[in-house]
């Protein structure tokens, strides 16, 4: 049978979005997105994955008078890709940017790409608007990415964000927004895999278990993404850190992911960090290939509640932070003591949980937020 090719052009306000429809051809929306927005004045490299279901071409444009600071690996193609965006080092007093342009059908479509100074490079604040990240701090050694997902509507949303750390080869903390709709249907993968945005040499393999006893815990739990390719996506390498099994894994801490999608499915959406401590850690994992991988001491979780219906909260959010430290536990219970403030949280781990929240409804109202006892609301241990 012959192959056909239905083109569709929508246009919705002023942004224009591609369709492409064939027998053998799911249909894809045209797009473009980068690993980080921003990177440190280190010379390095950024994965530009471009979603399209025909031709294309990529371009770059450069603000300011720095110009042919970057280079593209590929600059035309057909079909979803990921290209590398190679960067020089920037040796300037000054922050340099440019636009990464892609052209499909007529249509562009643009991400910006921000590369500090050597002064700058300490520099500290919430990537995009969204409402679970907290404050990112981006390192030599840890960088900032994004994985995004497609709904049963069609819609590209974010799937999860995380801080990868390829010296003690875990994320410090994986964020992520969690209801009903982005749960979805389906099962279990078991897709473990390199992920393909992080440079396979900063990773570790896990194709089976870590030496040593570990299970490969994930961040983000399969469980809280079904469909197909976002259960997929949970079962990337960078997901994982090396967990006690029976006694923490698969007992205290999967009863509080199991507490955590009950809130989320009572709620209009539930913004989640997972995170994990390695700061004085002297226990090691070892990969599939021997490299060590650093035993993180505790593990937690910051919560940020909203219900447009809610009686609770303040205009309607409320949170609450879990803390465990990471041993064997003899109960499965997960008890009041491992409770507390987003405020408290911050005090451990240095973090700004939910950094965009006050650009939301305000400082003094997300303060308040921060500061509640989660041991005063009931529906947190339900």
């Given amino acids: 049978m012959s192959k056909f090719r239905i083109l569709i052009f929508s246009v919705l306000s002023v942004v224009a979005s591609v369709f492409a429809v064939s027998c053998d051809e799911m249909q894809v929306e045209t797009g473009i997105t980068i690993s980080n927005r921003q990177a440190v ?14 031709e294309w071409a990529l371009s770059l444009f450069y603000y300011g008078s720095q110009q042919g600071w970057a280079t593209l690996s590929q600059t035309s193609g057909r079909g ?23 052209t499909s059908h007529g249509t562009d479509y643009a991400v910006t ?5 050597e002064e700058a490079s300490g520099w500290v604040g919430a990537f995009p608007g969204w409402l679970e990240l907290p404050s990112v701090a981006e390192t030599d050694d840890c960088r900032f990415y994004t994985h995004d997902m497609t709904l049963g509507t069609g819609k590209v949303t974010r799937n999860y964000s995380f801080l990868w750390d390829r010296d003690n080869l875990v994320s410090h903390w994986v964020a992520y927004p969690l209801n009903k709709g982005l749960i979805g249907n389906g099962t279990r993968t078991d897709a473990w895999s390199y992920d393909p945005k992080v440079p396979r040499e900063d990773q570790p393999r ?14 983000l739990p399969s469980a809280d993404r079904l469909t197909r390719a976002a259960n997929q996506q949970t079962f990337y390498f960078t997901n994982m850190t090396p967990q006690i099994g029976r006694r ?20 209009d959406t539930l913004y989640v960090v997972t995170g994990c401590i390695v700061e004085g850690s002297n226990g090691v994992a070892y990969d599939n ?11 937690y979780k910051a919560l940020l509640r909203y219900s447009s219906s809610s009686a609770a909260g303040i205009s309607g959010y409320s949170a609450a932070a879990f803390y465990l430290e990471h041993r064997g536990y003899s109960s499965t219970n997960v008890s009041e003591d491992m409770m507390m403030s987003i405020d408290e949280l911050e005090e451990i781990t240095g973090l700004d949980f939910f950094a965009n929240l006050p650009g939301k409804i305000g400082d003094a109202q997300a303060d308040r937020i921060e500061a509640e006892d989660p041991r005063d609301v009931s529906f947190w241990l339900n």
Avoid: M
Wanted: charged fraction near 20%.
């Fill in 113 to 117: 790409f921000v590369q500090l100074n």
């Fill in 41 to 54: 004045y280190k010379a390095g490299q950024e994965t530009v994955s471009i979603s399209a279901s025909g």
């Fill in 248 to 267: 923490f894994n698969q007992g205290i801490w999967a009863n509080l992911e199991s507490k955590v999608r009950s809130v989320a499915l009572a709620c």
């Fill in 206 to 219: 896990l194709d089976w278990a870590y030496d040593g006893g570990y299970d490969r815990g994930h961040q």
């Fill in 289 to 299: 290939d021997g490299r060590a991988v650093t035993v993180p001491v505790a593990y």
């Fill in 80 to 102: 979803s890709k990921d290209v590398i965006l190679e960067y020089e080092e920037n040796g300037t007093s000054e922050n340099r940017s440019l636009l990464v342009i892609l």
